[in-house]
């Protein structure tokens, strides 16, 4: 476990809180003492990074679910109906293994994301 900083949160919990939603991730870059840990900065970029992964791939599924409901008589009720959840609890499942790695003292490099988190982290 980390030492707390003079706030009484530890890099730990910081760096969990910061998967909460990129706002906190933010507020983490932004405000001392947690912008001078390596170990928040990388998670809290790994969550901006992951919210910004998250929207840009749900849109372009949404169009492609646009795309094939005008093109096939099921439409979105077809395969799209299944693969939305499927896609959605990725989501979830990939959040959750960050923020408990995060809990755990533990850097949780995403396939591609994770190494553009942790360039931005050491600058």
Same mark, same amino acid.
């Given at each position: 476990?980390?030492? =707390? ?8 919990? &910081?760096?969990?809180? !910061?998967?909460? *939603?990129?706002? $906190? &991730?933010?507020?983490? @870059? /932004?405000?001392? $003492?947690?912008?001078?840990? $390596? ?9 901006? @990074? ?6 840009? /791939?749900?849109?372009?599924? *949404? +169009?492609?679910? +646009? %795309?094939?409901?005008?093109? *096939? ?5 077809? *395969? ?5 959840? @499927?896609?959605?609890?990725?989501? %979830? /499942? ?13 850097r949780f490099k995403l =396939?591609?994301?994770? =190494?553009?988190?942790?360039?931005? !982290?050491?600058?």
């Open positions: 476990m980390s030492e =707390p900083n003079q706030s009484g949160l530890s890099d730990n919990a &910081a760096g969990a809180l !910061a998967y909460i *939603t990129f706002v $906190p &991730a933010i507020v983490f @870059l /932004v405000l001392p $003492p947690y912008n001078a840990s $390596p170990y928040v900065r990388f998670h809290a970029w790994n969550s901006i @990074l992951l919210n910004v992964a998250a929207v840009i /791939v749900d849109i372009a599924f *949404t +169009m492609l679910l +646009m %795309f094939t409901a005008a093109l *096939t008589p099921l439409g979105y009720f077809g *395969t799209g109906r299944l693969l939305w959840p @499927l896609l959605e609890l990725l989501w %979830f /499942v990939l959040w959750l293994v960050c923020v408990l790695q995060a809990v755990n003292g533990k =396939p591609v994301l994770g =190494p553009i988190a942790e360039q931005l !982290a050491n600058k």
